[in-house]
C-alpha cells in the first residue's frame, strides 16, 4: 500500500502530468470563453433591437427613387367574340436627373445605446424628353390621367409638404395609399392636365423635399443621365452599394459625388406594365458609420483568450520548474479565471464609457488580481514583477491589435510567433528529463 502511495504522489508531481493537468485546464477555460462570446453576441442583438425601435420613431433608413412619369392607356381585344377593354400603363424615365442633398446627423442615445440620426435637405431636378408615344392600333392614351411618382421608402420621414414644379406649374403631393412594387412608399403628382405632356418641348422638373432618416440614404439612379451630390458633416461616411463616387472626407465632413447613365444600370428608359422586376440592384448612397463599434472590438478581443490564459500558464509552468515551488491545479483555475472575467468587465465598461477607457480599466483590475495573488504563491517580487510586465505587453499587444484593422492579422501573427520564439528560446536549457527524475521535496 505504501509504495502505490509513493508511485501515485510520484506522478502527481511529474512534470509531465503537471503540463498535461494544466493543459486540460485551459480546455476547459475556453468553455466560459465561449459563453463570454455568446454574451457579447447577444448584448450586440439587444443593441440592434433597441436601435432600431429608436429609429422606427425618427425614420428609418431612406431610398429615394424617381420622378417617372406614368401614362395609363386601354387597349381594346377581342376575346370570344366580345370586345375586351385592357388597362396598361407606360412608364417614363427622365432624360436627366439631378439630386443634390444636404445632411445634418446627429446622435442619439436610449439609456446604454446609441444610433445615428439626420436630417437632409433633397432639391431634385432635372427634365423629361419631349413625349412622343405614339399609341398602337386599337388603344386610347389618356394624357389627362398622368401622374408623376416619387419612391420614398419611409414617408414619415417628410417634416414638410411637398411642391412639385412642372413645366414652371406647381403641383401637389400627394401620398399614395398604395404599395408601388418597385418604388416602395410613394408620392404621387395628378397632372389633369393633357395640354402639359403635349407641348412638344423637353418638361423641366424641380422638387424639394426635407426628409429625416436613420443609418443611411440611398439613391435610385432612374435619370438616363443621373447625377447626385450629397454633402454632410459626418466624419466617417461609407459609401454602400454598385456604384463609387467621387468624394473628399475632412475633419469637418464630406462631399461625395456620383454620375451614372443609363448604359451603367439595368433600368430601361421606357417600360409597360411590369416589364421591370426591381430597382434594388441599382441603387447606391452613404451609410453614416458608428467608427466605434465596441461591441466588434469586444468580440475580437474574446477571440484572444486562449492565448491570455495559455501564455500565463506557461510563465506559471516554468516558474514552477526552475524554482522547484509547487503550484497547485487550483491555482492555476483561478488566475484562468481572472483572465476571463477580464473580457466581462470590459463588455459591462465599455458599454457604458469610450472602449479606450474602459480597455484601461478592466486590464489593469485584472493585471492587479492576478499579480496581487501570484505573489502570495511565489513570495518573490522579482518573480511577481515578471509576470506582471508579461501581462502588460500582452494586454497592450492586443489593444494594438484591436486598433489596427486593416493589418490586425498579420501583426498578431508576427506577434504570437515572436512570443513563441520567445517561450522557446527561455525553455532551451531545460533538462526536462532530468526534472521528471526529480522529485520537489514536500
Known sequence: METTIKKAGKINQSITFKALVIGFLTIILLIPGIMIQDLIRERQDRSVETIEKINAKWSNAQTICGPVLTIPYTTQVDANNKTVLQEHTISITPENLNIDTQ????????GIYKTILYKSEIDLSGNFDKINYQKTDNSTIHWDQAYLTIGVSDLRGITENISFTLDNKQYPVEAAGNYDRLM???LVVSLNNADTLLTGQPLNFNCKLKLNGSSNINFIPIGKTSKVHVAGTWKSPGFIGNFSPEHTITENGFDANWSVLRFNRSIPETWIDNQVETFEDAS???NLIDPVN???QNMRSAKYAFMFIALTFVV???VEILTKKRIHPIQYLLVGIALILFYSLLLSISEQINFGI???IASIAT???ITVYTHSIFKNKVQTGGLAAMLCMLYIFLYVVLQLEDIALLIGSVGLFIILGIIMFFSRKINWYRQEEETPND
Open 103 to 110: 445632411l445634418f446627423p446627429e446622435e442619439r442615445y436610449y
Open 294 to 296: 465596441h461591441y466588434q
Open 284 to 286: 447606391f448612397g452613404v
Open 184 to 186: 416602395g412608399k410613394i
Open 316 to 318: 506559471f509552468f516554468f
Open 367 to 369: 493585471i492587479g488580481l
Open 358 to 360: 474602459a480597455y484601461l
